[in-house]
């Protein structure tokens, strides 16, 4: 089965910073990756699809880069909305995995 | 807009059975190639993917439950829902239904919609 693990697992910023998740998967997953936002006591949202593609919707400061092994989710200036906790999730074959989470903080 | 609603008991005893149902609101299970999932969130946890059905009846349940868990769906109701046996604490979450939508013409399935989800808890 495909791990994947994300870095750092928590972080700490600011409004208006330039913020980078990333993501590693244990096998080869080519473009097969996507990117949620979860609130508290909410469920999480899609944001990025094929590692680079953003949903409809989702502000256009939110982009996913990276192909293979390693991606990256970046907020290019952080909103006060955008404190949440962030996954990755993988969906090149069975079984499907997430990562372990990345919650941004003031 | 598709919507989907998770429903079942929100307490259930352990070794018990626990059901859960995914009512899906603004479309048809059976329309398009989507992909209909649960996926399980422990307290204070990180986000668990549990398995998959499709509207025909294909299935693929996580290495970590296939004894346990089962999928099915029902057109005619258009919901789907999951079964899973014999519960322990360890499966006190809440538990999201979700739907799964391609980017044609690949068949590489990531999750669009969901439910807004259901807390469940394993206790005596």
């Known amino acids: 089965d495909i791990q994947m693990a994300q870095s750092p697992s928590t972080l700490s910023a600011s409004v208006g910073d330039r913020v980078t998740i990333t993501c590693r998967a244990s096998?080869?997953?080519?473009?097969?990756l996507a990117w949620y936002q979860q609130k508290p006591g909410k469920a999480p949202t899609l944001l990025i699809y094929?590692?680079?593609t953003v949903e409809s919707g989702v502000p256009s400061r939110f982009s996913g880069s990276g192909s293979g092994t390693g991606f990256t989710l970046t907020i290019s200036s952080l909103q006060p909305d955008d404190f949440a906790t962030y996954y990755c999730?993988?969906?090149?074959?069975?079984?499907?995995?997430f990562g372990q989470g990345t919650k941004v903080e003031v | 807009q598709v919507q989907l609603q998770e429903s079942g008991p929100g307490l259930v005893k352990p070794s018990q059975t626990l059901s859960l149902t995914c009512t899906v609101s603004?479309?048809?299970?059976?329309?398009?190639?989507?992909?209909w999932s649960w996926v399980r969130q422990p307290p204070g946890k990180g986000l668990e993917w549990l398995g998959y059905i499709h509207h025909i009846g294909s299935t693929y349940y996580s290495p970590s439950l296939k004894s346990r868990v089962a999928l099915s769906v029902d057109t005619s109701s258009n919901h789907f829902s999951l079964t899973l046996y014999s519960v322990t604490a360890a499966d006190t979450a809440v538990y999201y239904c979700t739907r799964g939508r391609t980017t044609p013409p690949y068949y590489y399935y990531y999750m669009d919609v969901w439910g807004k989800g259901t807390s469940v808890t394993v206790s005596s």
């Open positions: 603004g479309g048809s299970i059976s329309s398009g190639g989507y992909y």
């Open positions: 094929d590692a680079h």
């Open positions: 999730q993988h969906y090149n074959n069975f079984p499907w995995a």
């Open positions: 096998q080869y997953i080519d473009r097969w």
